[in-house]
T-cell receptor, first 111, second 116 residues
Framework: AQSVTQPDIHITVSEGASLELRCNYS??????LFWYVQSPGQGLQLLLK??????LVQGIKGFEAEFKRSQSSFNLRKPSVHWSDAAEYFCALQGAQKLVFGQGTRLTINP | KAGVTQTPRYLIKTRGQQVTLSCSPI?????VSWYQQTPGQGLQFLFEYFSETQRNKGNFPGRFSGRQFSNSRSEMNVSTLELGDSALYLCASSLGRGGGIADTQYFGPGTRLTVL
């Protein structure tokens, strides 16, 4: 069975501080992993993806994520957050012709 | 290149009615997937269409159905609406590589369905 777990439902950070959102997965085959961001009332925007190769992947808006097979993790990071980063973030795993999503992490930014 | 479009953006229906939602994929994409998003259940996969055929289906009742046209546009239909069907319905398109090959899904803005 395939599953994605995002342990943190809600995270608050100060503007300018660093950010790390956690994602753990369970999948028996090679995982294809994604991070999406959703602003209120909007669809999902792709931030970055990991298919193979370099385990540190760069995405849009200054985000990066590191794939660690030994820990079954794909954590999202940003060195300095901006108020516009406030949103909900979803980690996803590509299964057979479908995406399996984590429950999401809501990010709040303190000014 | 234009993104995924969904119409309508908002819908209000009453219990027992039926509804049809529409999705136009990115040009050149042949796969369309549908997801339901609710606060309680999160994002759940409904079904996927590729070349006018349903290729995969999630765990939803038969009231939820879909189809895909030759131009890859897709519709989903929900019959006999229930209060619990209130949700954001998201459509995503991809190249549709299948066979376990990595494929990226791009999402539309969603249709917000409210059932009264």
């Amino acid at each position: 069975a395939q599953s994605v777990t995002q342990p943190d439902i809600h995270i608050t950070v100060s503007e300018g501080a660093s950010l790390e959102l956690r994602c753990n997965y369970s999948y028996g085959a090679t995982p294809y992993l994604f991070w999406y961001v959703q602003s209120p009332g909007q669809g999902l925007q792709l931030l970055l993806k990991y298919f193979s190769g370099d385990t540190l992947v760069q995405g849009i808006k200054g985000f990066e994520a590191e794939f660690k097979r030994s820990q079954s993790s794909f954590n999202l990071r940003k060195p300095s957050v901006h108020w516009s980063d406030a949103a909900e973030y979803f980690c996803a795993l590509q299964g057979a012709q479908k995406l399996v999503f984590g429950q999401g992490t809501r990010l709040t930014i303190n000014p | 290149k234009a993104g995924v479009t969904q119409t309508p953006r908002y819908l209000i229906k009453t219990r027992g009615q039926q509804v049809t939602l529409s999705c136009s994929p990115i040009s050149g994409h042949r796969s369309v997937s549908w997801y339901q998003q609710t606060p309680g259940q999160g994002l759940q996969f409904l079904f996927e269409y590729f070349s006018e055929t349903q290729r995969n289906k999630g765990n939803f009742p038969g009231r939820f159905s879909g189809r895909q046209f030759s131009n890859s546009r897709s519709e989903m239909n929900v019959s006999t609406l229930e209060l619990g069907d209130s949700a954001l319905y998201l459509c995503a398109s991809s190249l549709g590589r299948g066979g376990g090959i990595a494929d990226t899904q791009y999402f539309g803005p969603g249709t917000r369905l409210t059932v009264l």
